[in-house]
């Protein structure tokens, strides 16, 4: 969904019938073409935004003055996942969840493929910022809020019903440490590397010696449970309007996975942990786990009191951002290293301060 919080300049709708016509003009008239065609829907304006993993997303204003979402699919080749996931937000905005509403096409559908664009169209969440290094202050509680019911939801989705299983299995160490020690390798074998390149090689020599810390901290997690889940629940895909959570976007296709890893993936935000002082962040995450508990009742203690364990373990044990300049070069630039700094720091920082956290939360949570 549009992260922005006011209009951005607008381009023309329809793209210039010059020779010298842009890659980009033309796929903003055919972005138009498939918006008559499949949902009947006049554009006045079409204005490109920062894009998504896997789309290109537009700002579109019609012709009524209503402002939409779309998203632009690059390949038709895995459209059932991509509508499974819309099903997925659908589900959850059903059951009362914050989510942005896709918009059916002419014949129904949530995606519309046979168009000159595969493309979904979705409510405008206008006047919005992400969460992404933004938890503050009645923020903790918002966010607890709207992942409680997100999960309460989710724990009733057909796909799978809500397991228990082995907590020391959230995370493969065995597979991250050869992860590494790939990685080590093939830095080693560059013949020279850059500023950040030397950083992360450093990073991942860490983190490859600290695995083992890791692991003793998995080993003596009770069961916890496995659900089906929003799949990428990270500050970019949460969207605040003031101090509310206006929508939780971005859902991927339903797939079970460890609940308390969830709810850590957003409360251990790394630049929301680093931009406070150690005391302030963990008030802010007790104050998320008491407003999820309020909202889903159901809830395992256990899900709560471990997942900055288990969010710490998740976090050195991948290798992104550090392995992204081997693998996919082409993306890195100055807001990923960044990040790359900061999720490494605030990992660090949590597994050293992890026992004394711990029982601060527990003490909140009794």
């Known amino acids: ?54 789309t290109d997303n537009y700002a579109v204003v019609d012709q009524a003055g209503q402002r939409h979402f779309a998203k632009v699919y690059r390949t038709r080749e895995h459209l059932d996942l991509e509508r499974a996931s819309v099903e997925l937000s659908e589900y959850c ?76 299995a959230v995370c493969d160490v065995a597979a991250s440490r050869d992860r590494f020690e790939r990685l080590i390798h093939a830095y080693q074998q560059k013949p020279r590397l850059g500023e950040f390149e030397t950083w992360a090689l450093q990073a991942a020599r860490e983190r490859q010696a600290i695995l083992g810390d890791v692991e003793r901290t998995l080993i003596s997690l009770p069961q916890l449970t496995v659900q089906i889940l929003q799949g990428d629940m990270a500050g970019p895909n949460l969207l605040f309007k003031n101090d509310e959570v206006a929508a939780i976007v971005d859902f991927r296709p339903p797939a079970p996975g460890y609940l308390a890893w969830e709810i850590a993936r957003l409360g251990c935000d790394p630049k929301s942990v680093l931009d406070n002082s150690a005391e302030n962040w963990l008030t802010g995450y007790t104050d998320l786990t008491l407003a999820y508990r309020d909202a889903n009742p159901k809830a395992s203690s256990d899900d709560l009191l471990f997942s900055l364990r288990v969010g710490c373990a998740a976090m050195l044990c991948s290798a992104f951002p550090l392995s992204v300049p081997v693998e996919r070069p082409h993306i890195v630039d100055a807001a990923l290293e960044a990040y790359g700094q900061v999720r490494h720091e605030a990992a660090l920082m949590l597994l050293d301060r992890l026992p004394v956290m711990e029982e601060a939360l527990r003490e909140t949570l009794r």
Do not use: F, N
């Open 1 to 54: 969904m549009s992260t922005a919080s006011h209009q951005p300049a607008t381009k023309p709708v329809t793209a210039p019938s010059t020779p010298g016509r842009t890659a980009e003009g033309e796929q903003i008239e055919a972005v138009a073409d498939t918006l008559v065609l499949a949902y009947g829907l006049h554009p006045a304006d079409i204005t490109r935004i920062p894009e998504g993993t896997a």
């Open 93 to 168: 905005a059903d059951g009362g969840v914050a989510t942005a509403r896709a918009t059916r096409t002419r014949e129904h559908e949530l995606i519309a493929a046979q168009g000159p664009l595969p493309i979904s169209l979705w409510s405008y969440v206008p006047h919005t910022e992400t969460a992404e290094g933004g938890l503050r202050g009645a923020r903790w509680a918002a966010v607890g809020t709207a992942m409680g019911r997100l999960h309460s939801r989710l724990g009733t989705h057909p796909a799978a019903a809500p397991t228990l299983e082995p907590g020391a």
